[in-house]
């Protein structure tokens, strides 16, 4: 038997098989190297992607076509600087009409009520996160030094079922999370540093925010991110199964493992639920057999019996 998704939908009207897409972040103050990486990762995980730029948020507050807009690492300050106080407040009511935000080091930083950097603080305005973001942690490298840590991941969240229980990681300048009174969840936490959040998720109205403190995007010893950052470190697993997960979370991706366990799915369905419209995409990891996807209305009626 072929496997299938079913979908309930109030009204179906149309479909598009092409995919919202996940903006990352890429103009003055990012990490070059960060950027490149991420694009490997959402390469290696078919999850579509594309490079923007200030002028892109600023000249529009149509975010429509982004699954989740993602700020790389690299200087947060630079990112208040570019961005327009109306930009940021349309990404604040992008995220909270349903969409996804996913920092990365500064853009933890930069999602975040206050910046405490080198024992300064300073106000950031997209508030997110009502909280602190904090850094850098001198006991595991003072920035702007990097070195290998180790996270332990928080084994009672629901996301991180069968995760590793701890990861080498890149440290590089990333944040701590100390919370003023908002519910999140700790997805990891540092280790070598009183074990404060390192990683934390939570929803914000519709939409779910993602912050995280270390670099998981790079592979210290290894070419598949494309870059030579912290080549000389030894790592001895890959982060990139870990992110994945927490990174599924963000973007509303469900996987399913059928027909004895050969083919191994992507659905990103949006929005869910839906009155009018609905996205999908799905990507193959492991190229195996047809599938075919049937949807169907309230009325239990199929609407779309599609072969992929």
């Not at 990490?31 to 002028?55: C, M, T, V």
């Not at 600087?81 to 109306?86: D, I, N, P, V």
């Not at 999602?111 to 909280?131: D, I, Q, R, T």
């Not at 193959?284 to 047809?290: T, V």
């Amino acid at each position: 038997m072929r496997p299938f998704f079913i979908l309930f939908v109030t009204c179906f009207i149309s479909y598009e098989t092409h995919s919202k897409e996940v903006w990352i972040y890429s103009d003055d103050g990012t990490w070059g190297d960060g950027i490149i990486a991420l694009e490997q990762f959402f390469n290696h995980y078919n999850i579509p992607h594309k490079r923007i730029y200030a002028s892109d948020l600023n000249n529009s507050a149509n975010y429509y076509d982004a699954s989740a807009i993602c700020f790389p690492g690299g200087y947060s300050y630079n990112y208040k600087l570019a961005l327009t106080e109306k930009t940021v407040n349309n990404i604040r009511n992008y995220v909270s009409n349903g969409g996804s935000y996913i920092g990365i080091c500064a853009g933890a930083y930069f999602a975040s009520s206050s910046v405490v950097w080198e024992g300064f603080e300073y106000p950031y305005s997209l508030s997110l996160f009502k909280g602190k973001a904090i850094g850098s942690m001198h006991s595991i490298a003072a920035w702007d030094n990097y070195n290998m840590t180790k996270i332990s991941t928080n084994q009672q969240n629901s996301i991180l079922v069968n995760s590793d229980k701890e990861l080498n990681v890149l440290y590089y300048g990333g944040p701590h999370f100390e919370s003023e009174g908002i519910n999140y969840e700790t997805l990891a936490f540092w280790e070598d540093y009183n074990k404060y959040p390192a990683i934390i998720n939570f929803n914000f109205d519709a939409g779910k925010v993602l912050l995280i403190g270390p670099h998981l995007e790079i592979e210290e010893d290894s070419d598949r991110d494309s870059t030579n950052f912290a080549q000389e470190l030894d790592d001895v697993e890959s982060d990139w199964n870990f992110l994945y997960t927490i990174i599924s979370w963000a973007l509303n991706i469900q996987t399913s493992v059928t027909d004895n366990e050969k083919i191994s799915m992507i659905s990103l369905i949006s929005p869910n639920p839906a009155s009018e419209f609905i996205q999908f995409n799905l990507n193959k990891i492991n190229q195996s057999e047809a599938t075919n996807i049937q949807i169907y209305n309230l009325l239990g009626e199929c609407v779309v019996n599609y072969e992929l």
